[in-house]
Structures are given as C-alpha cells and as structure tokens.
C-alpha cells in the first residue's frame, strides 16, 4: 500500500493528528481549482441519486460523448476511468515489456505502477539549476539504451514546466524510433490547453494520452479520469478495465461540468492572476525560489537552514497543509510544492510563511 506520505491532499489525516476538522486545515498540498466545482454540478449529482438502484453505464457513454464534442475526438478515442491513477496501474499491466523509463521529477504512482506489474524503472532526473529543462538528445540516449515504455507529465508535476505540443512531436518520433510507448500525463492540461498534444496521440498507436477531471474541475473525491488514444489501445484499456469501477455520481458530474457555461474562463483568468500574485508574494520572502509555473500549482526551493519537512510541520501547527517534495525523486529536501488557492487564502499562506521564515 502506498503510504499517504507520498502524496498531497492528507487533509483528513493530516486533521486527525492535529485533533481538529478537516475544514479547520488550509491544504495548499493538493492542486484543486480554488473556485470549486462547476455550477450545476452538485445538483446534478444530488439528483443522480435515483439512478443508484442501478448498476453505473459500464460504457461511460454520455461522458464520452460529452469529452468526444470538447475535444474533438471520436468516441472511439476516449476511455474513463476511475480517475487516471486507475489507466497509470492499467497500462503495465497491458502493454508488452519488462523496462520503464521515467521523466522526473514526477507522480510517484509512475514508478509504483511499473513494481506492481514487475517492471524495471529507470529515471531521466532533470536538474532545478536549468529550470527543469529537457534534452532530447539525452532522451534519445537513454531511449537507446532499450525501454518499452516512457511516462512524461506534461504540465509537468511537481515542477510546473510546459513542453510545448510541437516537443511532444518530437518525443513521440523518438519513442517511435525506439520501439518506446509513449504515456503522455495531462493530468493538469486544462489550465494550458493549447499545449495538449492529444489530437497527435489520438491519431497514433505508439502513445496514449492520461487526463484528469479532478484538479480543473474539483471533483477529486469522486474519482474521474479518461484517456485518449487510438481506438486499437482505447479498446484493449476497455476491455481490461474492471467492470463498473465508474460511479454513476461521477458520470453525472463529469457530463455537469463539462457543460457549465463560462467555468472554465473564470477558472483560467482566477488561477493565473493568482498563480502570478503568489509567486511574486513567495519570492519577496527570504530564502524562497518559486519556479515559473503554467498550472495551479508552484514548486518552492527552500535557501535557508530550514527543511521542507520542518517547514510544513511549523505550518501544520498554523493549520496550513503544504506538500514537502523531499521524495520525489531528482529533488530533496529542500524543495516544497503548493497549491493557488483563493485570495484570502494565499494572504494567510504568504503571512505564515513570513512568520515562520522570520524565526
């Protein structure tokens, strides 16, 4: 089992320890829209309630045919799942090969998946000194040296960097070139949508692309993710998925959210004016470096005595949640990652981080 420390979004945990209720914990360690679900979406699924007597649409229909019209795919491109941490376990168990490579610093489901399913892991670490970038000559070494598949987030987390689509071209000819399937995670694509590269994928049979509705659309405790790919490896993830594991509830909220009108305006405008405001509030601290960032999150190295860990215990004890990135691999413990949240929410981050900073 995945121990909780590895992740973001320990606010009941985190709120147990402490004593206190969850909605007493300000989490900046999970990246949620701050504006919330879409309107219309608890409506829908309060009134979804009646549709329980009966087994969920093993198909997804209507909220494929929903992501169908917005991304305009076919139907037959996009499979939903019970979030895309669900198709990241699916797709070794799936595909054909014995070796995993990973970008990283990245998700550590990535490599959890590849164990369960026996995989050797090996990881391209790219470095803070040069922002995170990449190299495709690099990859191209590393992609020699014999790796059947290539997990690459994009925007990519905990880091925030964004490969433009025409890089993902030049990745995926690469991997092509390899023999490497490429698994592209736009779990946070939402917020650059311009960027995707799943019109490519959805046309090739050498990648997939990873989509979540959970960050953009709020909705993470209902669990909800898809994937697009060609229709070859879209069924064969359909006919391995088990059987139901997407509620009808998050069916219903899926298809409400895509639907609400102007949400995902308010969401784009809100997160990068705020994105921004916090990232020139982090760096006018003393011994904070936020790196630049396309999503609604933003990865802090730390210039100070101070750890992550011993930060984000000092916090805790404010009742602020953060997410010390010590464990991701190709970062240590210098290095944290928050969430943009409200206005009034980054003031009192801002404020805490001030108050612990000036100790």
Avoid at 82 to 100: K, M
Wanted: hydrophobic share 45%; net charge negative; charged share 20%.
């Amino acid at each position: 089992m995945t121990n909780n420390s590895d992740h973001g979004g320990t606010v009941f945990a985190s709120a147990r320890s402490l004593g206190i209720a969850p909605n007493e914990l300000l989490d900046f360690s999970a990246s949620i829209n701050p504006l919330g679900p879409a309107p219309g979406v608890r409506e829908a699924v309060c009134s979804s309630f009646e549709k329980v007597l009966h087994y969920p649409d093993r198909e997804s229909f209507e909220l494929r045919r929903a992501l169908a019209d917005v991304h305009r795919v076919g139907i037959d491109n996009l499979v939903v799942a019970n979030g895309s941490t669900e198709l990241i376990y699916l797709l070794p168990r799936l595909l054909p090969g014995t070796r995993g490579l990973i970008i990283a610093p990245a998700f550590s489901e990535y490599t959890q998946a590849l164990n369960r399913a026996g995989w050797q892991t090996g990881h391209l670490l790219l470095s803070p000194d040069d922002g995170f970038a990449l190299s495709l000559e690099k990859l191209a070494e590393r992609l020699a040296e014999g790796f059947d598949l290539l997990f690459l987030c994009n925007p990519a987390n905990p880091t925030g960097t964004l490969l433009p689509a025409a890089m993902i071209e030049e990745i995926l000819r690469l991997c092509r070139r390899a023999g490497t399937f490429l698994v592209l995670d736009e779990a946070f694509m939402d917020f650059c949508e311009e960027a995707s590269a799943k019109g490519l994928i959805a046309e090739s049979g050498g990648g997939i692309v990873l989509r979540s509705m959970t960050k953009f659309y709020a909705i993470p405790g209902l669990r909800l993710g898809y994937a697009v790919g060609h229709p070859d490896i879209i069924g064969s993830c359909v006919e391995s998925l088990e059987p139901w594991s997407v509620n009808t509830p998050a069916q219903v909220a899926g298809v409400a959210s895509l639907a609400s009108d102007g949400y995902r305006e308010r969401t784009l405008g809100y997160v990068s004016a705020e994105r921004e405001a916090l990232g020139r509030g982090l760096a006018a601290l003393p011994g904070l470096k936020p790196f630049p960032a396309t999503a609604n999150y933003l990865l802090v190295e730390m210039r100070s005595d101070l750890t992550a860990a011993e930060l984000r215990s000092r916090l805790l004890e404010k009742r602020i949640l953060i997410r010390d990135c010590a464990n991701f691999e190709g970062l240590d413990s210098r290095f944290f990652r928050i969430a943009v949240r409200t206005t009034e929410e980054n003031r009192r981050l801002l404020v805490a981080l001030a108050e612990v900073l000036g100790e």
